[in-house]
């Protein structure tokens, strides 16, 4: 069963989890390599599986991808 997190704030939710340097702007857009779509960042969703939490694809649960499959256009 997949559940989702409701963020109040995305803005500081992404900016706390980010794992990399150099968090977008939750104006930027990128392509989701699983789904093969454009995505706007700030569309994210974060799915919680097993107590932990994954900030995924706008167009989960269509497509699995993560932050991880979102590259510069």
């Given at each position: 069963?997949?559940l ?15 794992p990399?340097n150099?968090?977008?702007k ?36 269509n497509c699995?991808g ?8």
């Amino acid at each position: 069963m997949i559940l989702y997190k409701n963020i109040k704030n995305k803005e500081k939710y992404l900016k706390d989890k980010y794992p990399f340097n150099n968090v977008p702007k939750l104006t930027d857009k990128k392509l989701c390599v699983n789904c093969d779509k454009e995505i706007i960042i700030g569309d994210y969703k974060v799915e919680i599986s097993n107590n932990v939490e994954y900030i995924v694809c706008p167009n989960s649960p269509n497509c699995d991808g993560t932050l991880l499959n979102w590259f510069d256009l």
